[in-house]
């Protein structure tokens, strides 16, 4: 059973470029997380998504974050019009019911430039 | 979701066990307490999960106390490749919420 699976692994953006982050979640799981670290920070929280349904975006900036997760396909979570303090390390993570026991990704490194 | 309190860091030598202590005191009565391992450059890994007095998987032990104030992560004889940021986090099932909330964890050093 493959786990959660994430692309790009690196991504490079000018500033004002849009990003998109890709999640697979782990076969059978249906919940999704995404998480933020930045340099030297430990995580943050951003959005929790079931299929076809945002259920907690508490932790997303209100302007240029998004985040879906399609009723086919991976989770997708996307930044607009980038800036330097969205570089960071975005995980994102996947269980099989609302739980703690989450399955992390390896990670998508922003570097905005 | 209750606040946990851990050691920044912490420096071991291979072969010793290591004790990482978390501090919870406002622990709700259907809190799970959970730690997670991460490594340079990957996502978090769930090490294990207990409610109360001790729970013990493969990779290590956790002990809570009576009140359960307090959580006790127990990594028995640590090698190099054990070094790592340790997060004890609380939180309930309970609630749409599924979030969990990172503190800044205790960075473990292991030397030879």
């Known amino acids: 059973n493959a786990g959660v699976m994430q692309n790009p692994r690196h991504l490079v953006r000018r500033r004002g470029q849009e990003a998109r982050l890709r999640c697979s979640p782990m076969?059978?799981?249906?919940?999704v997380y995404w998480y933020r670290q930045l340099p030297e920070e430990g995580l943050k929280f951003m959005v929790y998504?079931?299929?076809?349904?945002?259920?907690?975006e508490s932790g997303m900036p209100k302007e240029r974050f998004s985040a879906e997760f399609p009723k086919e396909g991976p989770s997708i979570l996307r930044i607009q019009q980038v800036v330097r303090g969205d570089s960071a390390a975005y995980f994102c993570?996947?269980?099989?019911?609302?739980?703690?026991?989450?399955?992390f990704g390896p990670g998508t490194r922003l570097t905005v430039t | 979701l209750a606040k946990t309190t851990q050691p920044i860091s912490m420096d071991s030598y291979e072969g010793q066990e290591v004790n990482i202590t978390c501090s919870h005191n406002?622990?709700?009565?259907?809190?799970?307490i959970t730690w997670y391992q991460q490594f340079p450059s990957q996502g978090p890994r769930f090490i294990i999960q207990?409610?109360?007095t001790k729970v013990t998987n493969e990779v290590a032990s956790l002990f809570i106390p009576a009140d359960r104030k307090s959580s006790t992560l127990s990594l028995p004889r640590v090698s190099l490749s054990d070094t790592a940021v340790y997060y004890c986090?609380?939180?309930?099932?309970?609630?749409?919420?599924?979030?969990?909330?990172f503190g800044q964890g205790t960075t473990l050093q292991v030397k030879p």
């Open positions: 998504l079931q299929k076809e349904n945002i259920i907690d």
């Open positions: 986090l609380v939180g309930v099932h309970s609630g749409n919420t599924g979030k969990l909330i």
């Open positions: 993570a996947s269980s099989p019911v609302r739980r703690e026991e989450q399955y």
């Open positions: 076969k059978g799981h249906s919940h």
């Open positions: 207990g409610y109360k």
């Open positions: 406002n622990i709700a009565t259907n809190d799970y």
